[in-house]
């Protein structure tokens, strides 16, 4: 199955700027979706965004729409998560997720990476 390795997490100050990146290896070609994810301590895991390897199309979170950007390099199969104008609140624990579809809900998420931490600082 569909192997995903997050990098790019890091501390950055309020109002920088980082870009993770989610790596997928394996049986790829039977997942169509990839999405992020983020959970701060204390609060459950909520979506951050998503975009469709096989369509122009993307999802974003209300909070984040206007600051993070997605893309995608299919050649590497990598896609891209770019966030600006990062804020403390952004403070948490960044997952990507292969699935089927595009979709907002994490059980709609079969394979799941290991994390990489961010944190934005006041």
């Known amino acids: 199955q569909v192997q995903l390795v997050e990098s790019g997490g890091g501390l950055v100050q309020a109002g920088g700027s980082l870009r993770l990146s989610c790596a997928a290896s394996?049986?790829?070609?039977?997942?169509?979706?990839l999405g992020w994810f983020r959970q701060a301590p204390g609060k459950e895991r909520e979506f951050v965004a998503a975009?469709?390897?096989?369509?122009?199309?993307?999802l974003y979170t209300d909070s984040v729409k206007g600051r993070f950007t997605l893309s995608r390099d299919n050649a590497k199969n990598t896609v891209y998560l770019q966030m600006n104008s990062l804020k403390p609140e952004d403070t948490a624990v960044y997952y990507c997720?292969?699935?089927?579809?595009?979709?907002?809900?994490?059980?709609?998420?079969?394979?799941w990476g290991q994390g990489t931490q961010v944190t934005v600082s006041s």
């Open positions: 394996g049986r790829i070609f039977s997942n169509s979706a």
């Open positions: 997720a292969a699935g089927p579809f595009l979709r907002r809900a994490s059980v709609d998420y079969a394979r």
């Open positions: 975009v469709d390897w096989r369509a122009l199309e993307t």
